[in-house]
């Protein structure tokens, strides 16, 4: 281990979340996304390992592993091309829009974003 790394050793940062980083824009050209109900990822366990270097194309594979009434887990590995480079496990729900943004639009009012 690091020596700058320890247990107990504690962090916190900041960060205004900009429109762009949202899932709608990172996936807006991705047509398996475009093609899914209204979901909203619950959980991403991944791990790494290895690198992609720019300009290398990468094959994502997924399968749905269980469904649990508006939860969906999938099983997701992603190749390189060299080799694998990444496994884990997605979870998303199946959400009513409408209900989302609505709580969206109370989380502005309440902190007074004039986002």
């Known amino acids: 281990m690091s020596p700058a790394f320890q247990p107990g050793i504690q962090f916190e940062w900041r960060c205004t979340l900009?429109?762009?980083?949202?899932?709608?824009?990172?996936?807006?050209?991705?047509?398996?996304?475009?093609?899914?109900?209204?979901?909203?990822a619950t959980m991403v366990s991944f791990q790494h390992l290895a690198p992609t270097p720019p300009g290398m194309t990468l094959h994502v594979k997924g399968e749905v592993i269980e469904v649990d009434g508006r939860r969906v887990r999938f099983k997701v590995e992603a190749w390189d091309d060299v080799e694998r480079v990444c496994e884990g496990f997605h979870e998303r729900f199946v959400i009513d829009p409408q209900r989302f943004n609505d709580k969206l639009a109370r989380k502005l009012d309440r902190a007074g974003s004039p986002v």
């Not at 900009?18 to 824009?25: D, L, N, S, Y």
């Open 18 to 40: 900009p429109e762009r980083a949202t899932v709608p824009q990172l996936y807006h050209d991705t047509p398996f996304c475009l093609d899914m109900p209204d979901v909203l």
